[in-house]
């Protein structure tokens, strides 16, 4: 599985915006800004974390979607209704692959 850094993203989760961050390790909000739109430095990356209370890990997201969609005749969708679509799905915390499947059984 691929990752990747999302500063404002950890930022969110750990419900701080990048002012408070660079306040905690004593940087100025434009650094901040620019380890978000750049490529900070290891040693920036522990200082965030440490200002989050996280492990640096918690700085990195899968990467873009990384959803597959099973085709259509797979044993994996339990619904025979058609249409249907199926889709299996990452956990971005844990890892867990999820099934997943949705029918249109009728109109409105």
Known sequence: M???LDLNRAFAEHGVTSKAVAERIGLTPQTISAYVTGNPTVK??????DAL???VRDLFYPAED???IVPEASSSCAENAKPHTCALLTC?????????SLSI???L
């Open 2 to 4: 691929n990752s990747k």
């Open 53 to 55: 209370e996280c492990d």
């Open 105 to 107: 059984v009728s109109k």
């Open 66 to 68: 990384e959803t597959t």
């Open 92 to 100: 971005p915390h844990c890892g867990t692959v999820l099934n997943a």
């Open 44 to 49: 920036s990356l522990y200082l965030i974390a």
